[in-house]
T-cell receptor, first 111, second 116 residues
Framework: AQSVTQPDIHITVSEGASLELRCNYS??????LFWYVQSPGQGLQLLLK??????LVQGIKGFEAEFKRSQSSFNLRKPSVHWSDAAEYFC?????????FGTGTRLQVFP | KAGVTQTPRYLIKTRGQQVTLSCSPI?????VSWYQQTPGQGLQFLFE???????NKGNFPGRFSGRQFSNSRSEMNVSTLELGDSALYLC???????????????FGEGSWLTVV
């Protein structure tokens, strides 16, 4: 069955530090992969997506993600975190006309 | 270009009542999906409509239903509300749906439903 795992429920980083959020997926075919961000009380904003081609994907707000088929991973990275990045981050795989989401990682940023 | 618009944003209902939520997709988008978000279950797929036809459905009871109109606007209805239906209901739109390469899925701000 298709699934997405985000192993880290909560991550805390200092402003200016680098960030990596982990995502592992289980899907039989070539996956469509997404990262979304959700601020409190808000909907989901798309950060980036992977469909095919270059495995390093650039997104908005300085985020990037790398698709590694051998590891079934699609980790999200940012070289320098800003306080405004504090939010919840969701990884998702597109499967059969629906998105399957991970449980999310809450990012806290300290000044 | 206007985004995905959901109404109402907040509502409170009593157990046993029914509720209808509305979603206007981005202009030109024909696929509309609905998701339920709760602290316990996370984000779960409810159903997806494309050109007025339900194309996919998640594992929710029959109390949850939806429809799509010819202008692609969509509504979802929950009948006989239960306390556990309290959630953020998110609508998502795309040109043709998740399964089509290159399709970006855009979400609305959601409708917060509280059942008391």
């Amino acid at each position: 069955a298709q699934s997405v795992t985000q192993p880290d429920i909560h991550i805390t980083v200092s402003e200016g530090a680098s960030l990596e959020l982990r995502c592992n997926y289980s899907y039989g075919a070539t996956p469509y992969l997404f990262w979304y961000v959700q601020s409190p009380g808000q909907g989901l904003q798309l950060l980036l997506k992977y469909f095919s081609g270059d495995t390093l994907v650039q997104g908005i707000k300085g985020f990037e993600a790398e698709f590694k088929r051998s590891q079934s991973s699609f980790n999200l990275r940012k070289p320098s975190v800003h306080w405004s990045d504090a939010a919840e981050y969701f990884c998702a795989v597109g499967a059969s006309d629906k998105l399957i989401f991970g449980t999310g990682t809450r990012l806290q940023v300290f000044p | 270009k206007a985004g995905v618009t959901q109404t109402p944003r907040y509502l409170i209902k009593t157990r046993g009542q029914q509720v209808t939520l509305s979603c206007s997709p981005i202009s030109g988008h024909r696929s509309v999906s609905w998701y339920q978000q709760t602290p316990g279950q996370g984000l779960q797929f409810l159903f997806e409509y494309f050109s007025e036809t339900q194309r996919n459905k998640g594992n929710f009871p029959g109390r949850f239903s939806g429809r799509q109109f010819s202008n692609s606007r969509s509504e979802m209805n929950v009948s006989t509300l239960e306390l556990g239906d309290s959630a953020l209901y998110l609508c998502a739109s795309s040109l043709e749906g998740v399964g089509f390469s290159g399709n970006t899925i855009y979400f609305g701000e959601g409708s917060w439903l509280t059942v008391v």
